[in-house]
């Protein structure tokens, strides 16, 4: 089975920074893409970073040079280093895996059928 754990999220002040974790199992994780998707309250669930397995990384454009993905495959554990945090960064932030198709930009609701998500960890930021 499955399984993706989040962990990391919280309350920060704008400025401040967090990191959010994804520990992994029941599927070959080294050989997995795996990203972050985040939905605020009335907003699309939007695409933030994904990491491949030969190390290729996508950040959406409003998050570049303030977050970081990054892995490690020993402890099947992937990590969204997120800094200078912003109030628009308040979100839900759900850890998930490839899905089938391909990665989405937006997707109406997160999660979804696709790939499989964890639980999903809170973010927020005040000003």
């Known amino acids: 089975e499955v399984q993706l754990v989040e962990s990391g999220g919280g309350s920060v002040q704008a400025g401040g920074s967090l990191r959010l974790s ?18 605020a309250p009335g907003n699309l669930c939007e695409l933030v970073s994904t990491i491949h397995s030969a190390g290729n990384t996508y950040y959406l454009d409003s998050v570049k040079g303030r977050f970081t993905i990054s892995q490690d495959n020993a402890k099947n554990t992937v990590y969204l280093q997120l800094n200078s945090l912003k109030p628009e960064d308040t979100a839900v932030y759900y ?17 979804d059928d696709f790939g499989y998500w964890g639980q999903g960890t809170q973010v927020t930021v005040s000003s």
């Open 95 to 111: 850890c998930v895996t490839e899905p089938p198709l391909g990665w989405i930009q937006h997707k109406s609701q997160c999660p």
């Open 22 to 39: 994804c520990t992994a199992s029941g599927f070959t994780f080294d050989d997995s893409a795996m990203g972050w998707y985040r939905q």
